[in-house]
């Protein structure tokens, strides 16, 4: 797995604000192998393991924040962008 890369804290913002709202949301994120994946749930929570930030949804399904790609089509601030 690679490094974790911190993610955009305006965009940390818009995903709080979604998980406020608990309206379903459409997560497209990159598995393990780099293939994108997409899952429609709500989000839950988030927490940190290890200092690396995840995103906890209502399907138990958890998703490290840098692997996200978009969320109800809105790309992740330097998604797919190696630094």
Avoid: H, W
């Amino acid at each position: 797995m690679k490094p974790y890369l911190p993610i955009d804290c305006g965009y940390y913002d818009e995903l709080e604000a979604l998980a406020t709202l608990r309206a379903e949301a459409e997560v497209i994120y990159e598995n393990e192998t780099g293939e994108p994946q997409s899952v429609t749930s709500t989000i839950k929570d988030f927490f940190i393991n290890n200092k690396v930030e995840y995103m906890l949804l209502a399907n138990d399904m958890e998703i490290r924040l840098d692997t996200i790609v978009s969320v109800n089509g809105k790309e992740r601030p330097g998604a797919g962008c190696e630094i």
